[in-house]
């Protein structure tokens, strides 16, 4: 923990051991400024994935990890001063929201985010970065998908990521937390998390297994590199407060496409199996980045390039 004569922000990032938020970490540690993660490695997939995302961030001296559940907001020892504050843990996944799991749900992404803002509220904060999820539009809007939209989610998962983006406003308006929202669609690249389907395609057609579609593979979705998320998100301290933002590439490709895509980068032929359409799966995805981009210089990179770099991630991690 840094030393109490070092006036630097600290930036604390929820969720340092996830796929996004360890790339976001060590991109902030990188920059030279002191960062406190705090992960409660929950088990939605093998901790030691998690474990294997802290390794680097361990090491280095401006960071300091802290093992703590959101919801008990034990962060007593993270210094009083100047914070800004990237909100990343969640309990994420569409098709799992369904049935029993719900409670994850709601603790990890709505009471997780409450007891945040209320630990926030009385500190001295220059930004608070929600972290959303194109999951909150639904099926029903026009594309590309517009912030000012009316949000109507069709999963149980986008329920509560609305839900947590309503808390952070309210806490805005009534307490003054500089507030911004990004809603990010589809991330991928290194470090992605086992249930997403570039994770499962890359590795299916590495061990010649069956890349199972959902559906008939013509949804489309805005597939985000993390790299372009993580630049966003660094800079989304300079967004206006109370604001949401759309984080996407600003284009769309079916996954039927997006598999001929990783054939012709890996070489190999995906053997396809089609299976039922999953309850809370969106259509399509596809983000209108207007907004970002008329605040920030964002100019988000190609999917081959970004894949490229995923394969080579799951041929080098066994
Ligand atoms: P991830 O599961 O890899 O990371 C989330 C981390 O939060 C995990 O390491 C988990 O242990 C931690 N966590 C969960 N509940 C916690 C709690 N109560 N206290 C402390 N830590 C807790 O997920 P990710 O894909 O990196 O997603 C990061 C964020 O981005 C999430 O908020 C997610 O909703 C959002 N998001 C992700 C995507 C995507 O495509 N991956 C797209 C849109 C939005
Ligand atoms: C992803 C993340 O998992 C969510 O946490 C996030 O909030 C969401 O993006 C978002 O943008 O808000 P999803 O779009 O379902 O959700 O991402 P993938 O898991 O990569 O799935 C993409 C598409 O491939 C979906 O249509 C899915 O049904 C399909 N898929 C996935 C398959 O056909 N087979 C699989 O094995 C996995």
């Given at each position: 923990m840094p030393g109490a004569q070092d006036l630097r922000p600290v930036y604390l990032v929820t969720g340092c051991a996830g796929f996004i938020g360890s790339h976001l970490s060590e991109r902030l540690v990188r920059d030279g400024n002191l960062v406190v993660g705090v992960d409660?490695?929950?088990?939605?997939?093998?901790?030691r994935m998690k474990e294997e995302n802290l390794k680097w961030l361990r090491?280095?001296?401006n960071f300091t990890f802290l093992e703590e559940d959101l919801t008990s907001?034990?962060?007593?020892?993270?210094?009083a001063r100047e914070l800004v504050i990237f909100h990343l843990a969640a309990r994420p996944?569409?098709?799992?929201?369904?049935?029993?799991t719900f409670e994850d749900y709601v603790r990890d992404n709505i009471l997780a985010t409450q007891r945040l803002l209320e630990w926030a509220k009385d500190r001295k904060v220059e930004k608070f970065v929600y972290v959303s999820s194109s999951?909150?539009?639904?099926?029903?809007?026009?594309?590309?998908?517009?912030?000012d939209g009316n949000p109507k989610p069709i999963s149980p998962y986008g329920v509560t990521k609305l839900a947590a983006e309503s808390l952070c406003y309210a806490y805005w308006r009534?307490?003054?937390?500089?507030v911004v929202v990004l809603r990010y669609f589809t991330v991928y690249g290194p470090?992605?998390?086992?249930?997403m389907a570039f994770y499962r395609f890359i590795r299916a057609i590495l061990e010649d297994e069956e890349v199972e579609v959902y559906g008939d593979g013509t949804q489309t979705r805005d597939f985000t590199y993390v790299g372009d998320v993580v630049e966003a998100t660094v800079r989304a301290t300079e967004l206006p407060d109370g604001e949401i933002f759309n984080v996407g590439s600003g284009s769309r490709i079916s996954i039927k496409r997006a598999i001929e895509i990783l054939e012709g980068l890996m070489g190999r032929k995906a053997r396809v199996r089609y299976s039922d359409a999953m309850k809370g799966d969106i259509g399509d995805t596809y983000a209108d980045i207007s907004k970002i981009r008329r605040f920030l210089d964002y100019n988000p990179k190609g999917l081959e390039e970004g894949l490229a770099e995923e394969i080579e991630w799951l041929r080098g991690s066994g």
């Open positions: 409660c490695l929950t088990d939605h997939y093998p901790r090491g280095q001296g907001c034990r962060l007593g020892s993270v210094p996944g569409v098709r799992d929201s369904w049935g029993g999951s909150v539009y639904g099926d029903a809007g026009e594309l590309p998908s517009k912030e009534n307490f003054g937390i500089p470090r992605q998390r086992p249930d």
